[in-house]
């Protein structure tokens, strides 16, 4: 099936998908805080350099940052207690410009989650947010590899019951940004914690959800976006 496009003639953009795929830390919420604060707790842990640590954890499952950081450890241990870190500190944890508005406009069954959480840390934060816990999403767990790989929104766009050509994802890092476009879908990057220059390979780049209308036509979602976009 043929990539959708973004109609761009003239602002506002518009893209017409069947489904939606949000990452979660920095596109959903901001837990920034807690996600540096936990790792850096464990980094001086386990002897590593914290700066080191920061620069390679975003958008990027735990046991991968692990495995990158200290392959000499256990991975799915350490993953178990930089977890517990996070679950402990939820202080600072808030819902980014535009979220919920966008979420109260879209079909319950059309769209979820993909993120690099676990399972677990991924319904606490969400709980914690007040927002909506799809029954079902992508975390760590679901998949064998993740972002930069396709497999995490490939498995997010079967789990919608849709072709990766008919989905949008939005997403705020490099490697989330890569991962959805290997696996073919229409990808809108935010800047909340990456800049521009780190997100080129995006379809769109926005600041954050807000000024994002909804239109629906049987099956079909058109977003436009009212704000600036590139």
Same mark, same amino acid.
């Given at each position: ?15 017409? #998908? ?17 996600? *540096? ?62 979220? #919920?508005?966008?979420?109260?406009? &879209? ?18 934060? &969400? ?31 079967? &789990? ?24 073919? #879908? ?10 521009? *220059?780190?997100?080129? *390979? ?29």
């Amino acid at each position: 099936m043929k990539k959708m496009a973004i109609v761009a003639s003239s602002s506002p953009r518009r893209v017409t #998908c069947k489904g939606v795929l949000f990452d979660m830390d920095g596109v959903l919420i901001s837990s920034l805080g807690s996600v *540096e604060r936990s790792w850096t707790r464990w980094a001086r842990l386990r002897g590593v350099d914290p700066e080191r640590v920061l620069k390679v954890i975003h958008g990027r499952r735990t046991i991968d940052s692990v495995h990158a950081l200290r392959p000499d450890l256990d991975p799915e241990a350490e993953t178990q207690i930089i977890e517990d870190f996070e679950i402990e500190d939820t202080d600072g944890l808030v819902v980014l410009p535009g979220v #919920c508005e966008l979420i109260e406009r &879209l079909p319950r069954n059309c769209w979820t989650v993909v993120t690099s959480a676990t399972d677990r840390l991924a319904r606490v934060r &969400l709980g914690a947010a007040k927002l909506p816990v799809p029954e079902r999403l992508i975390t760590a767990e679901t998949v064998a590899a993740g972002k930069p790989d396709p497999a995490p929104y490939l498995a997010g766009a079967k &789990l919608l019951g849709l072709s990766p050509a008919d989905c949008v994802i939005f997403e705020d890092s490099a490697s989330g940004v890569a991962s959805g476009r290997a696996a073919g #879908c229409t990808v809108i990057a935010t800047t909340f914690s990456h800049p521009s *220059e780190q997100l080129k *390979e995006a379809d769109c780049i926005v600041t954050d959800l807000t000024g994002i209308e909804v239109d629906l036509a049987g099956d079909a979602i058109e977003l436009q976006f009212l704000s600036p976009a590139r």
